[in-house]
C-alpha cells in the first residue's frame, strides 16, 4: 500500500495587522476608544489586534483587567508587545515574538554592511483592490494591505476603509478612510467631492463652512504635519 | 417556470403594495397567470388594496405549516381571471416563516404561474430576507428624496448579497421604479430629480408614477390602479412598466396629469 501523506509544513507569512497603543491614564484612553468604536461601528468586531504597552506601565492585575476590558468591546487581542515577559501566562495573549523592525535595528547596529544583503523576498509585495461595482449604503470594504479603486461611487452610509489611499472615480457620498495601518502619505482622491467624512491616518475631517466650497467638485485630500489639508484637483 | 420579482423598497410607505398590486394587474390584463405573495406577516396590507380583505381564509403561514393546500389559499381576482393573491398572516410574525417553508411554496408558484410577485415588508430585516431570497428581478421603489434613496441603496447591496441568484454568482436582475414624482417640485428644487436618483443608485429606470389623488383613491377602493382609473397617469405609468417587463422596448416618457395644465392656468388666475 502507497504511503501517501503531505509532508508537514510551517510557513512563515507576514500580515499586517493593527496595533492598539494605550496611552496613560488608561480610563480616558479607553474613554476614547469608545468614541472611536461608537463612530465606526463594527470596525474591530473579529480583527486580530496586537496590544502595545510600550507606552505604559501596568502590574499584572492591571493588565489582566485591560485584556478583559478590550475583550468586552469585543477587540481580540492576538498577542503584546512592549511588556515585560513576566506579566505574560499561558492563559494571556503571548509576546509578539518578531518583531521585525527592532530586529533590523539591532542587525544594522552590530554589522552594517549586512544591511545590504537583506534578502529581496522581505519586502511585502505591492497590492491593491479594484472595486468595480459601486459601494452601497450599509456596505464596507477593508482593505488595509494598500490603495484601494472604487470605479462607481461610495454612497451614503457606505465606507471605505484602506491602508494605503482611495481612488474613487464616481461621487464620494460616504465615508474614506485612508493610511489607517499608520500611512500619513495616503491620500483620498475622487471625482465628485460630497463626503460624510474623510480620514487619512486617524485625522478626520467633514465637510464645514471652510470646505463646502468643494462639495461636486473633483478633489484630493492629503495631511501635512497632521493636518488635512483638501483642494480641487487642477 | 414563472419568473419570480420581488417588489421592494427599505423604506415603508413608498408604495411597494400599491406598485405590487399595480403591476400584478397590468401583467394579468394580458393574459399572463401572476400570483402576488403578501411577505407582509403580521402587517399585511395587499388584500385591502386588492379589495380581498373579506375573502382571506387561509394565508402564507397556513401553507408553510402545512395547515393547507397552496390551492386552497389562493384568492382569484374577481375582475381578472388571470391574477391571484397569497395574503400573509395577520395574527402571526415574520418568525412564522421558514427558510424551507418559503422555498417549497416558491418552487410550487413558478410551476403554475407565469409570475410571482413579493411584495416586500419594510425594512431589512428576516421579512424583507424572505421575500428577496428566490427573486429572478427586482423592482426597487424609491420615492424622490433622500432617506428613500438611500434605503433603496442599501437593499440593492442586499439584493447583491442575500438573494439565492447572488449567492450562485449570478446578478439579480435590478429596476428602479420612482413613486410619487411631482415635476414642479422637482424642477423647483423641493424634490430630488430622476437623475440624481439614478445616479446615486445606477440600476436601470423601469418608471415614473406621478404622485396623483387616483392612487389613493384606487388603494381606499380595494382595487389596483390599473384597474379602477385605466386612463389616470400612473395607471399608463404601471402599464408601461409592465409591458418593459416583458420584454418591449417602451420609450420612456413621464405621464402627465390630463387636467394638470387647465387646474394650473385656473390656479393662477384665483392667485
Known sequence: MADICTPFRLVGRSHVLFVLTPQPPITVWLGELDTWIQRSQGFFDGKPIVLDLSDVSLNKPEFIALIGDLKARNIPIIAVEGVDSELLDPELPPLMSSNRSSEVIEAAKAEPANALTVPQDVLPEPTSLVVDKPVRSGQSVVFANGDVTVLGSISSGAEVIAGGSIHIYGTLSGRAMAGVTGNAEARVICRKFNPELVCIDGTYSIIDDTTSHLVGLPVQAWLEQDQMHMRELA | ?271
Not at chain 2, 400584478?24 to 395587499?46: I, S
Request: aromatic content about 4%; overall charge neutral; proline content about 3%.
Open chain 2, 1 to 271: 417556470m414563472g419568473q419570480v420579482m420581488v417588489v421592494t423598497s427599505g423604506k415603508g410607505g413608498v408604495g411597494k403594495t400599491t406598485s405590487t398590486a399595480a403591476l400584478g394587474a397590468a401583467l394579468a390584463q394580458t393574459g399572463q397567470t401572476v400570483a402576488m405573495v403578501d411577505f407582509d406577516v403580521g402587517l399585511r396590507n395587499l388584500d385591502l388594496v386588492m379589495g380581498a380583505e373579506r375573502r382571506v381564509v387561509f394565508d402564507l403561514i397556513n401553507v408553510i405549516q402545512g395547515q393547507a393546500k397552496l390551492a386552497q389559499a389562493m384568492i382569484r381576482d374577481k375582475r381578472l381571471d388571470t391574477l391571484f393573491l397569497l395574503p400573509a398572516s395577520q395574527t402571526r410574525d415574520k418568525d412564522a416563516l421558514t427558510e424551507d417553508g418559503v422555498a417549497k411554496v416558491m418552487k410550487e408558484l413558478t410551476a403554475n404561474f407565469d409570475w410571482v410577485i413579493c411584495d416586500s415588508p419594510a425594512g431589512i430585516g428576516k421579512g424583507a430576507v424572505f421575500a428577496m431570497q428566490h427573486a429572478d428581478l427586482a423592482v426597487v421603489v424609491t420615492n424622490p428624496e433622500i432617506s428613500s434613496v438611500r434605503d433603496s441603496d442599501r437593499i440593492i447591496g442586499l439584493l447583491d448579497a442575500k438573494t439565492e441568484k447572488a449567492k450562485k454568482g449570478h446578478d439579480v436582475e435590478k429596476y428602479l421604479l420612482i413613486s410619487r414624482y411631482d415635476e414642479n417640485r422637482a424642477t423647483s428644487g423641493d424634490m430630488l430629480q430622476i437623475d440624481d436618483i439614478l445616479e446615486i443608485l445606477s440600476i436601470p429606470l423601469l418608471s415614473v408614477v406621478p404622485e396623483s389623488q387616483e392612487v389613493l383613491r384606487a388603494s381606499n377602493l380595494g382595487s389596483p390602479v390599473t384597474l379602477c382609473s385605466p386612463n389616470s397617469a400612473p395607471a399608463a405609468a404601471y402599464r408601461d412598466a409592465a409591458r418593459r417587463l416583458n420584454g418591449e422596448v417602451v420609450a420612456l416618457t413621464i405621464p402627465k396629469e390630463k387636467n394638470r395644465l387647465f387646474g394650473r392656468i385656473f390656479g393662477r388666475r384665483a392667485a
